[in-house]
């Protein structure tokens, strides 16, 4: 436990060592407060039936930082101890490799908390700034951020994938960008079957509605927090882990 | 203290060690020679339980480098080749680090890297990244992280490459204040280092051992024996008359004004300094230098590790 916790601090500090990690949290509080900014915009021109929450995560400006950030907290996890060197004194060290994985996943994911902590603030600046209250709820609030935790330890889980699979940064972060990308759009897949037999397609759209991110957004975001999205991200998380520390093992192998 | 059996490594189709065996006792320095791509650092790497061998055992401290990985990896410190270290943290708090990873109690951590600090004379800069410091201060963090739990045994893959001469004493200064109760396996390629400071020395080459000795049997009982140079004037007619004496490999002949100077590569143990001076004397070539050169370190590494052999 000791182990795992120092290796973990060292890479959440490892974050906050680069310049890139301070870019990356101005950038993405910037494009999150202009999605907050066109939703408070867009309720009171049109009012509708949903809350403030939901309509900022729907919007462009925070789904594309949101998958474009992805493989920018997860490439240097893995490749660059490979590329330094430092993954011999840091495997030399009697650590075991699945702290050595599971530390890097945490790492990640605390940053990727900290990115998130100030956008959750802006529903409560606004109260503070215009004396209104903006319109949410606690569900909404609480339900959102349970489920942008669940899919960022599902897509943190695959960046390390990614990582570990490459020793070029570069590298890593194209291959979690495909893979983040993949995922998020496979709930477009059932419009390419628009116009053909329902019937035939009823099973396909099922699925994907079971794991699509954007299906999930909308249920949790009206406060509905749903289980079968929980086991779906925790089990691909843990399967994602699992293969990212057998590919870290892998140099292990008898040959 | 270690213990290889048969040790093999094989990378795709290429052999780097081939069934080797060794021993390591308790308190011993033992340097671990051999030109590059010998198999040194692949030895290394199965020793510290970077990389599994292909085939074959190896143990540190009685516990096995694969089975019993964790056991074994507590009780030794090492310093990879090219001195690998996260820049982006500063010297005390990478050994901090360090140390709680390797299991230091809580309590004793900070003592533990201050212990390695002040022994690798690293105070000057225990604050400053180690972006920022020299290559020779980037060593000694090295040095100081592979002791800093204090273990047993120090496995160092090439701890003076890359420095000045004066780094490279200091180095040497500190390695061998850290043997005095520790074994340490150390490759180099520096041979006056090997004779100054190791206990034995083992030699491997395309990944076998040639030789395993301390570095004053080595030199007395391997083939790379001495040179005798004679400066004389003679006649390149004399060239072959000192080649006809028995225990000479070859001649060279180096003109030098008047004088020339012959240089004779001579067998193990053999002496001709005597007869060569009666050679001269008979012919009446005038001797101006007659000197006798034991062979060194390096040419028993040449010789052992000739790629023809």
Known sequence: MRTLFHLTAREVKSFFYSPIAYVMLVIFLALNGVAFYYAVQTLTKIPADESVVFVTFFSPFFVWPFILIMPLLTMRVFADEFRMGTIESLTTAPVKDWQVVMAKFFGALVFYIVLFIPTYCYFFFYKWFTGIPAAFAAGPYWGSALLLLLAGMFFISMGCLASALNREQINAAAMSLVMTVLFIFLAALPDFFVGKNEEETKWLTHFIGYISFFEHLPTFCRGIIDTRPIVFYLSLTALFLFITHHVFQARKWKS | ?309
């Open chain 2, 1 to 309: 203290m270690i213990s290889v059996k048969n040790l093999s490594k094989k990378y795709g189709s290429f052999t780097a060690v081939n069934d080797i065996s060794f021993e390591v006792e308790k308190g011993e320095i033992v340097g671990f020679l051999g030109p590059n791509g010998a198999g040194k650092s692949t030895t290394m790497k199965i020793l510290t339980g970077y990389l599994p061998p292909t085939s074959g055992s190896a143990s540190i401290a009685g516990f096995d480098v694969f089975e019993k990985s964790i056991e074994a990896r507590r009780r030794l410190g090492y310093l990879p080749e090219n001195t690998p270290l996260y820049l982006d943290m500063r010297v005390n708090e990478y050994l901090r680090y360090r140390a709680h990873l390797k299991g230091v109690a809580r309590g004793k951590v900070s003592e533990a890297v201050g212990e390695a600090i002040e022994l690798c004379s690293l105070r000057d800069v225990e604050k400053k990244m180690i972006g920022a410091l020299s290559k020779g201060y980037r060593q000694r963090v090295g040095l100081a992280d592979a002791l800093v739990h204090d273990p047993d045994l120090l496995i160092l893959d090439e701890p003076t490459i890359g420095l000045d001469p004066n780094q490279i004493r200091s180095v040497r200064e500190l390695i061998k204040n850290l043997a005095q109760r520790r074994t340490v396996l150390i490759s180099t390629h520096i041979l006056p280092e090997v004779e100054i400071m190791c206990s034995r020395v083992v030699v491997i080459h395309k990944g076998k051992i040639r030789a395993s000795d301390t570095a004053e049997n080595l030199l007395k009982n391997h083939r790379a024996a001495g040179q005798l140079r004679i400066e004389a004037k003679a006649g390149p007619e004399a060239r072959e008359e000192f080649g006809r004496m028995t225990g000479v490999k070859d001649v060279q002949v180096e003109q030098d004004g008047e004088f020339t100077t012959f240089t004779l590569r001579l067998d193990a143990n053999a002496d001709v300094s005597e007869e060569a001076f009666r050679l001269a004397a008979d012919r009446k070539w005038n001797v101006r230098e007659l000197v006798r050169k034991r062979a060194t370190l390096e040419d028993v590494f040449v010789e052992l590790t000739h790629s023809d052999i």
